[in-house]
């Protein structure tokens, strides 16, 4: 049987014209595109959203609303790509200087342009924690909850934090 699915939310504007379906590339700087996805431990039944052009949005999907968390434009992210979140950090990945719609131009280039960063869920405050990865594209917290695994050109990179910290 074929599945069924809904959209529940945008992580760009709803109502701006070609920001839905048929999804276009050309569109996606003014429509956003979500890459990864958490839950967000510091508002029930919300999710924290990747979004490669908009930054990190926290969405929640029984009525579709949104809040930016961290907007990509202040902080001159070119490409959020992924998402972790340990208590009330969230950490994320900027893979580059070009946009996910450009994203051989990054690839070409193979530079150490890429950053982690972490956000605090609560203030909403962010900082870069790890500078000059080479289109870093994932992340996820280590078993004993220590450290991050990111994904990299590299290989697989472990980041040791210390964790009672905020960003």
Same mark, same amino acid.
């Given at each position: 049987?074929?599945?069924?699915?809904?959209?529940?939310?945008?992580?760009?504007?709803?109502?701006?014209?070609?920001? %839905?379906?048929?999804?276009? #590339?050309?569109?996606?700087?003014?429509?956003?595109?979500?890459?990864?996805?958490?839950?967000?431990?510091?508002?029930?039944?919300?999710?924290?959203? $990747?979004?490669?052009?908009?930054?990190? #949005?926290?969405?929640?999907?029984?009525?579709?609303?949104?809040?930016?968390?961290?907007?990509?434009? +202040? +902080?001159?992210? $070119?490409?959020?790509?992924? #998402?972790?979140?340990?208590? %009330?950090? $969230?950490?994320?990945?900027?893979?580059?200087?070009?946009?996910?719609?450009? #994203?051989?131009?990054?690839?070409?280039?193979?530079?150490?342009?890429?950053?982690? *960063?972490?956000?605090?869920?609560?203030?909403?405050?962010?900082?870069?924690?790890? $500078?000059?990865?080479?289109?870093?594209?994932?992340?996820?917290?280590?078993?004993?909850?220590?450290?991050?695994?990111?994904?990299?050109?590299?290989?697989? +990179?472990?980041?040791?934090?210390? *964790?009672?910290?905020?960003?």
């Amino acid at each position: 049987p074929e599945a069924k699915y809904r959209v529940v939310a945008r992580t760009g504007p709803r109502t701006e014209e070609g920001c %839905g379906t048929p999804w276009k #590339i050309e569109n996606e700087l003014r429509c956003g595109r979500p890459l990864g996805m958490r839950r967000d431990p510091t508002r029930a039944k919300c999710l924290l959203v $990747a979004d490669a052009y908009n930054g990190i #949005i926290r969405v929640n999907p029984k009525d579709g609303s949104t809040e930016t968390v961290v907007n990509s434009s +202040l +902080l001159d992210l $070119a490409l959020v790509n992924d #998402i972790e979140v340990v208590g %009330g950090i $969230a950490f994320f990945t900027n893979t580059g200087r070009f946009p996910r719609s450009q #994203i051989h131009r990054n690839l070409i280039e193979a530079q150490p342009t890429g950053s982690l *960063w972490a956000v605090d869920l609560r203030s909403n405050k962010a900082r870069e924690v790890v $500078a000059g990865l080479v289109m870093p594209n994932g992340v996820t917290a280590t078993h004993d909850g220590r450290g991050l695994l990111v994904t990299a050109l590299a290989g697989v +990179l472990r980041v040791d934090l210390p *964790w009672g910290s905020r960003p």
